[in-house]
């Protein structure tokens, strides 16, 4: 029986996204368990002949230390028991290039390919053996998937900060003297004087809240858990499932959760224990020219375990691999000798995986440098994932701390906790036969009186910016702070819209104010719909349609003395009924969803009322500004 858990292996994304060879993704303790697949993208154009040796290296630094590549993917029309068997060679080959010093425990290979437009047939490959194949008799989607993985699943995850000397000699390879610096990092890693220190982060009992595990000897296979002063621990071997959490994160990305990781801190005893002496000074003079380098790295490790793996099994067979695998893999995405790098190690979970993920950027340049870029660009195309938007920057990076977490309706931004979403759970639109259309969540309530800063009456423009650019960030188009009522008008003093004398003042801005602050502090861009009177701004409900399914960002409506920020539309195109979803910032009590919503500062509002009144004015013209969502990755 193989059981699938990923949702883009079903037969509705077959024909669009599963075209070429793919792996298939599964952990050792769930036997055919296919839990993510990622696409081949080195095969010189043969998806049958792809370079193995780049393709580990890739999938070395991608896969937490646990994942492993349990079979291959391949879609065509063709025979699927031929291509099976082309597709299990190839997978046997990669896994000898991921593990070449280790014994692989698993013979099988799970091997999907289609056989015709409509199904995608999976077989089961014996390594070694070329004509032993035979198809799955049962593969079960399953429903619930995530909680599948995570009740049998852990995280474990490690950081570490280092400052290696690399020696240059002119007359020596650096990828030579980089391997010396390597393997005496992991010599260090499994010498006697390093300790891991394993702590549940929920502390979900006093009895065992820390672990301390040390390596014995040179060999990884060997680390076992100290001694608590009674010898408890040490008899037990206690499994992952004792310090881990059943916290969950809620990753807003994927809406996947995840468990809070298992905190592994390295420590390393600098002294002997002997008694004081004299210092005393070494000279080695050099033979040739050399060039001293530090190679300043922070590792960050995150790792996949079963619950019922012990926690000195998990760091020997896990961590201090994940550790070394890192570092090697910093050397080749930088050149040592040309500059010094800023290598960092984030952790993503995109939409469509219930696990996460791992990608070692260079930053020197920051993240908009084109280099960068086409990183970026090749790992959406290897995750599947769509090429016009972020999700896999460095703002989208998984963050474990608890207190960091999105909860309920809440979000905080630099220390302040934020209603996000407000429109969520409001009652009809009062439309009949209506298509609506609403943003794309997440965004923030911005509104008078917030932050203990008085704007009642001027700033309603200046709180609408505000709510567009949290949209941003928590869509990861920016790591741009959303700028205070100053930043906003020193901006536009400084691109020349406005005098000096405007920044601390308490004047108006309008649409055409708020293109230039989006243009010039997140390089987002904007339409401007101008509608000479508020009964006619009903007739542009099919244009602010159109923008929600298309863009899915929040519009600023701007006219007389007022600004509103619109969320979405509801639009009855044969009886021109239709109803605005307005947020409103001149709301000044305090952030309670509840009076916000019973209160109508966000909710839905026609043109003209059941009872005659006007919501938007007559006399009034209005600009809708419209920002549009930046083609990027």
Known sequence: MLRILCNNLSKQHGKQQQTGLQWLIGVPFMPFTVISSLKCLHTDGDPFTPNYAAEADDLQVLLPRGLKVIGALFVSDTNGRD????????????????????NESSFVIGVAATINKDDIEYFIYMEGNSSSIEAFKTVIHEEKSAQYLWDAACLLHCQMSLNLPVYLASNKSSEEQFSLVVEEFTANLKGPRTVFQAESVANQSEECSSLLLRCMDSNMGDIEPLKKNDGHWNEDYLPCSKLSSTNKCVLSASGVEIPEPIKLTVLHQSSDNVKARAPSVGFFPAKEDIRLIMWIIKLDVLCLASRELSLADAVSKLIIPGLIDQLSATRKVSNIRMKQPKLCAYHFCPPGFLHPLTAVYDLSFGETEMKQVEVRKRLHVRLKLPLDRPMVRVANALTFATTDAVAGNHSKTKGMMRLTNVHVGLSSSGVSGGQMRLLESSYEYYHYLQDDFDDSGWGCAYRSLQTIISWFRLHHYTLVDVPSHRKIQETLVEIGDKEPSFTGSREWIGAIE???????????SCRILNVRSGAELPEKCRELELHFETQGTPVMIGGGVLAYTLLGVDYNELTGDCAFLILDPHYTGTDDLKSIQAGGWCGWKKAVSSKGKEFFLRDKFYNLLLPQRPNMV
Not at 87 to 102: A, E, F, H, T, W
Not at 514 to 524: E, Q, W
């Open 514 to 524: 708020l293109s230039f602050v989006l243009d010039k502090l997140l390089g987002v």
């Open 83 to 102: 291509n099976a068997l082309k597709v299990g060679d190839i997978c046997s080959k990669l896994r000898k290039y991921l593990l070449p010093m280790q």
